[in-house]
Structure formats: C-alpha cells, structure tokens
C-alpha cells in the first residue's frame, strides 16, 4: 500500500463477532465459575504466629517507647579542625622562613644597565618617557650642589682643554 492513500482506507482491519462485548462479561463470569481461581488458595505457604496480628501494635509501640539510645555523629568535626591547624602551622612557617625581603624601587643603576645595553634612539627613548610618568608627584629631581673649586678641579684632571674650548 502506498503511502499517499493511507488517509483514505474505510476499513480498520480489525473484526470481532457479533455481539461480543454485550455477552463478554456473562462468558467471562461463566467461566470463573466453573474453576478454581487461584490453585492451592487455602494452603499459601506462609503461616502467621497465633494471635499475631492482635498482639502486633503493642509490640511495635513498646519498641518505640524505648530510650532513647545516643546518637553518634558520622560527620565529626574534629579531623577538619586537625587539618586547618596543620595547614595554618605549615603557613606560618613558611611565612618566617620564607619572608624575603623586596626591593620595590628601581636603583639608577639598573635603569642606566638597561638603557645601555639596548640601542635607542631618542624618539625610542621619548616614547619610554611619557609625559603623564614625568608630571607624578613621586618623580623626583635631585638637585645636588657642587661647589665651583671641585667642580674646576675635577674638569681639569678629567678632561684635556682642548675638547672643552671647542
């Protein structure tokens, strides 16, 4: 059968005789009539203590009444506080030994080491150099005082005459 005639068949397929749902339930009590429903009904298998079901609330609401036994906790705390001491301990001392002390602060040294050891242009240098790092309150000028006696001695025994008259 095609698919595309599925939503034209009139005929389910299914049939059943005349009158059957109108007689099936007469049949169907006939025929638990006649016969045994469950085989061996008066002989189960189980047997029940005499009067056990009359005696069984009591026993049930005596094993209730009973103390109260004490509750032992499976989620103890205790190993957890062990384990934050220890850790608190190991960071302690790791904090004392370890405590190095830092230098925060660049030394001219190590500014005039790197600069020197790159080759930059002036412009490289100007962009190191930015306007907004030149105006902070922390960048400081010192200005130190020679004296005019060191200073004369020290470019005489420094330099030759003739480079500085140049």
């Known amino acids: 059968m095609k698919k595309g005639n599925l939503h034209n068949i009139n005929d389910p397929g299914f049939k059943t005789p005349e009158n059957y749902f109108e ?62 001491g220890i850790a608190a301990s190991i960071v302690l001392i790791l904090a004392i030994f370890l405590n190095k002390p830092f230098e925060d602060e660049i030394s001219v040294e190590m500014v005039e080491a790197y600069l020197g050891d ?22 400081v000028i010192t200005e130190t005082s020679f004296e005019e006696d060191n200073l004369e001695s020290y470019l005489l025994d420094n330099s030759e005459i003739d480079l500085i008259i140049e």
């Open 118 to 139: 790159r080759d930059l242009s002036s412009y490289e240098l100007a962009e190191l150099l930015l306007d907004s790092d030149l105006l902070e309150d922390d960048f």
């Open 23 to 84: 007689s099936f339930e007469g049949n169907l009590m006939k025929k638990l009539e006649g016969t045994e429903s469950i085989p061996n009904l008066n002989n189960p298998g189980f047997t029940v203590p005499k009067d056990y079901f009359n005696s069984v609330d009591d026993e049930i609401l005596n094993k209730l009444n009973k103390d109260d036994t004490p509750v032992i906790s499976l989620n103890s705390r205790k190993p957890l506080y062990y384990i934050a």
